[in-house]
């Protein structure tokens, strides 16, 4: 036989084997701990879930799931650490949709939405809009009143430009017509004890973090920003009851990994997923966090968060919003 040949015949050996080395690899898959980042801060809603979400899919898995936690650049470092590591299933990460729909629009990112493998939605926590107590102001219509009297006198915080909690309310601000100052803080934290001590009026958060506030009397919650009221606030009204149907702001969270891993790993990994949120215990506290379970396929996700991208996107170049 030839040199040519022989090469050929390798070279078609080789082709017709590595379906079955991948397959055996998934088969074998996971053999030693699987790391779940998580691009935030230890304590923060996101690691929270992580951790739930970890200490489940770890039973599933039969492997150790560790929280890595990646914080910064809103979540962009996580992701970039995400994307660039090796496909072989051991890397995945817990998000938000900060540093998929957001981050791109504000800053140069060393990824894109298409170079992100999508595994699952896992839960989904409807933003409220909330005023501090003593403000005088007891209702939506209120805060619209007086912002529309006096223009700039009212303030909002965020956890900082380009958060989502920054963005909810600009896009409050441009369907409700009013203009309302916005004061940035290092986080979500501070963010909300801004306006428990009254630092600023109003602030769009997380559904969890202002349950105890709301219960001590400290903030008055005005509105959800969702498609429903929350469980957890029966008597808030939507924003859609308080006729601004375009102000939906819902922090979803969401399963990723680098792109090219193996389907058959995704698919496992996927599938850890969807049993863990499914779960009984899981569900109960994911209420207990504020949240809502939910699962999706990879697609679903992934075209989620194309259309929050192009929202996100406009509501930045309206507002002239920068990370400044």
Do not use: C
């Amino acid at each position: 036989m030839s040199r040519s040949r022989r090469i050929l015949s390798a070279s078609l050996a080789l082709a017709l084997a590595a379906p079955l080395f991948a397959a055996s690899a998934a088969d074998a898959w996971p053999t030693h701990p699987i790391k779940l980042i998580v691009p935030y801060a230890a304590g923060g809603p996101t690691d929270a879930i992580g951790r739930l979400l970890a200490a489940k899919m770890s039973a599933t898995l039969g492997q150790p799931v560790v929280v890595d936690n990646r914080a910064g650049a809103g979540g962009a470092i996580g992701v970039a650490a995400t994307v660039q590591a090796p496909a072989d299933g051991y890397t995945f990460a817990l998000v938000a949709p900060g540093p998929l729909a957001g981050m791109p629009n504000l800053m140069k990112t060393s990824y894109t939405l298409d170079d992100i493998q999508y595994l699952s939605l896992v839960a989904k926590i409807p933003s409220v809009l909330v005023v501090n107590a003593k403000s005088g102001i007891d209702s939506l219509d209120t805060l619209v009143k007086k912002a529309k009297a006096d223009p700039g006198k009212l303030s909002y915080s965020s956890a900082g430009p380009g958060t989502t909690p920054h963005i909810g309310m600009e896009i409050f601000k441009d369907q409700a017509g009013v203009n309302i100052l916005h004061v940035p803080y290092k986080g979500a934290a501070p963010a909300l004890t801004a306006v428990v001590a009254g630092e600023v009026q109003a602030a769009m958060v997380d559904l969890l973090p202002i349950l105890p506030f709301v219960k001590a009397g400290q903030v008055k919650p005005l509105a959800v920003a969702a498609g429903t009221r929350a469980p957890q606030l029966p008597d808030v009204p939507t924003m859609k009851e308080k006729g601004l149907p375009g102000v939906m702001m819902e922090t979803t969270y969401g399963l990723i990994a680098p792109k090219a891993m193996p389907a058959a790993i995704a698919a496992k990994l996927h599938d850890a997923a969807v049993a863990a949120v499914n779960s009984p215990d899981m569900k109960q506290l994911m209420v207990q966090q504020g949240a809502q379970p939910i699962t999706s396929t990879g697609a679903e996700y992934q075209k989620l968060m194309h259309a929050e991208s192009a929202k996100w996107k406009d509501i930045i170049a309206k507002a002239k919003i920068t990370l400044e």
